[in-house]
């Protein structure tokens, strides 16, 4: 018997799925989904691609890229079995770290209760089970001298802006004002053999840091590249504490796009990594509905107003405004000759 389950438009089927149009069409370009066309053109999605979008997103979820994802779909289920190890362990991170802010907090209490610790004492300390950061400085140029306060610091940090927005200029304002933090360029891509050889020599253990990072992304579906290597020599090197990257996605294809902010993102979750800043423009590094607890999106207007974080949540301040800045890697591609003429003109 034939189905008469109705075949609902992408906006329908996102909404039922709780991902944005954008990724529907992000999964159809990477050859995970194929919807049918109705009569007149239009993508519809049936039973059975709802469910194949309902694995998808409960992969991506799971923390696995798009790549990762292609190969469970195709049956590899030790892609599957691998990752949801590293989730597991993750996991277990997070939930020992729960359990150690639950036990300070208790003893606080209990330490309030019998006076032996003032209000402000306890305050203190409660401020100590997070990642804190006390920092305020005047906004440079473009902005209007407006004072900029950050008090947390997520292990992953998005910055967004549109192009002339002021991105870098905070970027760079923001490794000053951290302590140990170190601003990357886009020059980390001069003479990186060279310099990535010395980096080896002055550092023991960073090439197999290197290499181990390499690996993880490689597996996740990446690329290896002169770009990526000159990326995680500095990322993995010992020294700052705090790494501030210009455009994380530079010179990498998508699909090591994907795998890199997958790998960085279970390094997150371990508890261990440092916190890293960077810019992008890009729905492979920041796919929105993928954004996870150790996360911060950091968005610049484009008429200048103060920087804030956005919350990724449709109808949450800046959302929609956040989302037009982001492309796809292969839309970023075409058009970045068109900026540099733009901004070389």
């Not at 036990?103 to 305050?123: T, Y």
């Not at 473009?142 to 910055?159: M, V």
């Not at 954004?291 to 301040?317: D, Q």
Request: aromatic residues 4%.
């Amino acid at each position: 018997m034939k189905s008469t389950a109705p075949f609902l438009s992408p906006s329908d089927a996102a909404r039922r799925l709780g991902v944005s149009t954008k990724a529907l069409r992000i999964y159809e370009e990477r050859g995970l989904l194929r919807p049918p066309r109705s009569a007149i053109g239009w993508r519809c999605y049936g039973p059975d691609e709802m469910n194949r979008c309902r694995d998808i997103v409960k992969l991506r979820a799971s923390g696995l890229s798009l790549g990762q994802i292609a190969k469970v779909l195709d049956g590899d289920t030790a892609v599957l079995a691998e990752a949801l190890a590293d989730h597991e362990t993750a996991l277990g991170v997070q939930i020992g770290k729960l359990g150690e802010a639950m036990g300070r907090v208790h003893n606080l209490r209990d330490e309030l209760r019998r006076d032996a610790l003032s209000a402000a004492a306890a305050l203190s300390h409660m401020r100590e089970t997070r990642e804190t950061i006390d920092i305020s400085f005047a906004l440079p140029w473009p902005w209007g001298g407006e004072q900029f306060e950050l008090h947390e610091l997520q292990k992953l940090t998005h910055i967004v802006g549109s192009l002339g927005s002021g991105k870098t200029r905070l970027a760079k304002r923001l490794a000053e004002a951290i302590p140990g933090a170190a601003f990357i360029g886009l020059d980390r891509f001069a003479g990186s053999a060279t310099s990535i050889s010395a980096r080896f020599a002055a550092d023991p253990g960073l090439e197999e840091r290197v290499q181990n990072a390499l690996a993880a992304i490689e597996d996740a579906g990446g690329a290896n590249s002169d770009a990526l290597l000159a990326l995680l020599t500095i990322v993995e090197a010992t020294g700052p504490t705090v790494h501030v990257i210009d455009m994380l996605e530079q010179g990498l294809d998508a699909a090591t796009q994907e795998a890199l902010i997958c790998v960085l993102r279970r390094r997150a979750a371990s508890g261990t990594a440092r916190p890293l800043i960077f810019l992008t423009r890009s729905t492979a590094i920041l796919d929105l509905d993928c954004v996870g607890a150790n996360e911060a999106i950091l968005y610049c207007p484009a008429n200048h107003s103060p920087p804030f974080f956005v919350t990724p949540s449709r109808g949450a301040k800046g959302f929609e405004a956040l989302a037009m800045c982001l492309a796809s890697p292969d839309v970023r591609a075409r058009t970045a000759g068109v900026v540099a003429m733009k901004t070389s003109g």
